[in-house]
């Protein structure tokens, strides 16, 4: 840039002018001690920053260069290939006080060396839970794919905004792309979608979608104008139906929970018994949440029988895939959400079954401009009509509730680029076989009871019968003392930091072991290992 101003400028030499015609830093002595402390950082002294300053704290100087290096090493080294190896450790637990004392976690007014950052970055990854460790099967999300990783390095790196098309061109396209083979794995022939920041969050697009459908005005007018609201799912599903409907105003007392099997599946003549009641108390079905992979047992809901019911009523049948949706890309497996097609939205997390980094979502809906009508607001300093190098519709933000959006897109496609939707496949069945085989394994055995008849996606979900226990009749004192075996044999576990496995309690039972497996490098081995492993730990109880 060319040109001074009355109170300074810059220069074409990039030097800064100051108001009494100085150039460079001179006279401003604060700006020069600030930078010259440590060499790389405090570029600001009475609100100007000299061209040296900026580029040090940008990171072109060597010693941020080798600073990114050295933590690049060490991410690769300390993360990636000792979280491949079963012979690290899942974590190194400290309880927090003691890892407040481990780890300094105090912010000072004076920067601190590189050396410092460094051994900082290194303390973290050591007392952090290593979620691609192959025992690492606490969570849904586990593993890490390299390929996605590449693309969020990527993406990140590039630092732009997900909103408009000439902010983020090639990441528009990509979001594109995606969002149609998507909806083509459901067997949408057209559709319309985004990626956002969790399942959560897009499961409440799905409510909003419909509200937005079947009562427009109310985007304007509030709650306050219209009908009494309330929206089904099932007793098993994930509490986002719950949250969503109070975040949206509909209030969690209209939330109507619908009864499962012993599987954990919506059972169809129980939320056509429900619509029918509520319509009978005054209240206004429009929402019906069908999951497919439910959080704690994996349940898939009939989503064929669930879709004949919301046709009888007129509602909006969305589905939850967060976890199960993976299912879609396995030709085996795909069966377990027949009916799909039928369906108004769906939410899936390839950061769940596929191992693609957090956060990895994708929300579709076969309605065409539906998104952007109930969410839009139309702000004319992002979203101009009269653009004249693109055209503005692929301008993608009025879309979503959110102004900031991350470029999720690229780990997603470049994901499916270096491994096909057949890749895909084999990751999804490879899995579902290691929950068929430690199931039957368990089974087989008279130390551990299965909760379910069968596993449900790939949750596997026992009890583990210590020898007190085995051969005790069941009743009130077998059940208070199983109820406590799970938690004590979690905490040894944690404290061991050679595996993790969640635990739960379900209406009715007591606590219990939930084992998922979603990381592909997880084996056979590694189960048994973990079978021995709890019946180690919980041998004296």
């Not at 830093?25 to 020069?32: D, R």
């Not at 079947?214 to 509030?222: A, E, R, S």
């Not at 769940?352 to 809906?365: D, G, I």
């Not at 879309?399 to 900031?404: A, H, M, R, T």
């Given at each position: 840039m060319a040109g001074t101003g009355m109170n300074g400028g810059i220069e074409p030499n990039g030097d800064i002018q100051t108001p009494n015609g100085a150039g460079n830093?001179?006279?401003?002595?604060?700006?020069?001690s600030a930078v010259e402390k440590n060499g790389h950082t405090g570029p600001r002294a009475n609100g100007l920053c000299s061209e040296k300053a900026v580029k040090q704290i940008r990171g072109l100087s060597p010693s941020v260069?080798?600073?990114l290096h050295d933590v690049f090493d060490t991410v690769l080294e300390d993360v990636l290939k000792k979280s491949a190896s079963a012979g690290s450790k899942v974590i190194d637990f400290l309880p927090p006080a003691e890892l407040s004392k481990r780890i300094d976690l105090e912010l000072r007014d004076d920067p601190e060396p590189h050396e410092s950052l460094l051994d900082h970055c290194k303390k973290t990854i050591q007392h952090s839970v290593k979620t691609g460790h192959p025992m690492f099967l606490n969570q849904l999300y586990q593993g890490l794919d390299p390929y996605g990783l590449a693309g969020q390095l990527v993406s990140d790196s590039l630092n732009t905004n997900l909103h408009t098309y000439e902010a983020a061109p090639v990441f528009v396209l990509m979001e594109q792309e995606v969002v149609r083979k998507v909806c083509s794995l459901i067997g949408w022939s057209a559709?319309?979608?985004?990626?956002?920041?969790?399942?959560?969050?897009?499961?409440?697009?799905?409510?909003n979608l419909a509200r937005h459908r079947?009562?427009?005005?109310?985007?304007?007018?509030?709650m306050h104008s219209g009908p009494r609201l309330v929206l089904l799912t099932s007793e098993e599903s994930h509490y986002s139906?719950?949250?969503?409907?109070?975040?949206?105003?509909?209030?969690?007392?209209?939330?109507?929970?619908?009864?499962?099997?012993?599987?954990?599946q919506m059972l169809p003549k129980e939320l056509d018994k429900a619509i029918e009641d509520a319509k009978s108390q005054g209240s206004v079905p429009f929402f019906v949440n069908a999951t497919s992979g439910t959080t704690v047992t994996g349940g898939y809901d009939p989503l064929g029988a669930i879709a004949d019911v919301c046709q009888k009523h007129r509602l909006w049948l969305h589905v939850d895939a967060a976890w199960g949706g993976a299912v879609l890309t396995s030709r085996r497996h795909r069966g377990l959400m027949s009916g799909v097609d039928r369906a108004d939205s769906l939410l899936w997390n390839p950061h769940?079954?596929?191992?693609?980094?957090?956060?990895?979502?994708?929300?579709?809906?076969r309605e065409q401009g539906l998104l952007k009508a109930a969410h839009a607001s139309g702000a004319t300093y992002l979203f101009q009509k009269d653009k004249i190098s693109y055209d503005a519709s692929y301008d993608v933000g009025d879309?979503?509730?959110?102004?900031?959006r991350k470029t999720d897109p690229m780990k997603l496609w470049l994901s499916w680029k270096a491994h096909g939707t057949r890749g895909f496949e084999q990751h999804v069945d490879y899995v579902f076989e290691l929950a068929q085989y430690v199931y039957d394994k368990l089974s087989n055995r008279n130390d551990f009871k299965m909760v379910l008849p069968g596993p449900n996606c790939t949750n596997v979900c026992f009890w583990y019968i210590p020898p007190?226990?085995?051969g005790v009749p069941e009743g009130p004192e077998f059940t208070q003392k199983l109820d406590q075996v799970a938690p004590v044999i979690k905490d040894r576990m944690t404290k061991k930091g050679n595996m993790m496995v969640q635990y739960q309690p379900l209406e009715g039972v007591p606590n219990f072991f939930r084992l998922v497996l979603a990381n592909c490098e997880t084996t056979r081995q590694d189960l048994d290992f973990l079978v021995e492993e709890i019946e180690r730990l919980g041998a004296d109880l």
């Open positions: 830093t001179n006279g401003h002595p604060g700006l020069h260069n080798k600073f559709g319309d979608g985004l990626m956002g920041a969790g399942g959560s969050l897009l499961n409440m697009y799905g409510i079947y009562f427009p005005d109310l985007k304007k007018t509030g139906m719950t949250k969503g409907a109070g975040f949206l105003g509909i209030g969690t007392d209209n939330v109507i929970k619908v009864k499962c099997d012993e599987r954990g769940k079954m596929l191992s693609l980094p957090l956060q990895c979502s994708v929300f579709v809906t879309k979503s509730i959110q102004c900031g007190s226990l085995q």
